[in-house]
């Protein structure tokens, strides 16, 4: 079974800095690539960073892009997000998500496994 | 960025037939996902690629569209299908989501 387990969230005051983990485990951690998205309270969906498999490839939004860096660990099956700069609008669940590969007349991506969240809370 | 909108909610009555939509702001081919999320719980992957069923979705979901305009059908609705309903597509970056369908049984 699949599954992925996130960590480290909490309450932290704007400026400073968090890093969330997510455990992953059910497959070849390894072969897929990875993402975080966040959901702000009572909001919709927003995608924060995807890693490919090796981590030598990442991407973010502009909105997180120079405070956010994602990172994995092939042989801890785990997957990383630090955040530094915490804004009050950072505050949200934070999952972890597996991509997953498919291909139509395209190869496409698609967030087929999704841990429990992190709830982290930005505020003084 | 693209934008995707979604009517906010829906009511529907169990065994009736619903459709959701999604309108893109700009042409994602077909690389649209519809997710399903109750509250308190991570979103459920239902519907990649437009229209194929995700593995252990019931056959009461499908999904069809592309381009701009995409559909999410429940036929037929069930109570355990009260859920928010979200559309993204990952044909241009950044990914971006729906505000999500909140879907009501009567």
């Known amino acids: 079974e699949v599954q992925l387990v996130e960590s480290g969230g909490g309450l932290v005051q704007p400026g400073r800095s968090l890093k969330l983990s997510c455990a992953a485990s059910g497959f070849t951690f390894s072969n897929y690539y990875m993402a975080w998205v966040r959901q702000a309270p009572k909001k919709g969906l927003e995608w924060v960073a995807t890693i490919s498999t090796s981590g030598s490839r990442t991407y973010y939004p502009d909105s997180v892009k120079g405070r956010f860096t994602i990172s994995r660990d092939n042989a801890k099956s785990s997957l990383y997000l630090q955040m530094n700069s915490l804004k009050s609008e950072d505050t949200a669940t934070y999952y972890c998500a597996r991509l997953l590969v498919y291909y139509s007349s395209y190869m496409g991506y698609v967030m087929d496994a999704w841990g429990q969240g992190a709830s982290v809370t930005v505020s003084s | 960025d693209t934008v995707l909108t979604q009517s906010p909610a829906l009511a529907v009555s169990p065994g009736e037939r619903v459709t959701i939509s999604c309108r893109a702001s700009?042409?994602?081919?077909?690389?649209m996902h519809w997710y399903q999320q109750k509250p308190g719980q991570q979103p459920k992957l239902l519907i990649y690629?437009?229209?194929n069923l995700e593995s252990g979705v019931p056959a009461r979901f499908s999904g069809s569209g592309s381009g701009t305009d995409f559909t999410l059908t429940i036929d037929p609705v069930e109570a355990d299908d009260t859920a928010t309903y979200f559309c993204q597509q990952s044909w241009n970056d950044p990914y971006t989501f729906g505000a999500g369908t909140k879907l009501e049984l009567k």
């Open positions: 700009e042409s994602v081919s077909t690389g």
């Open positions: 690629g437009a229209s």
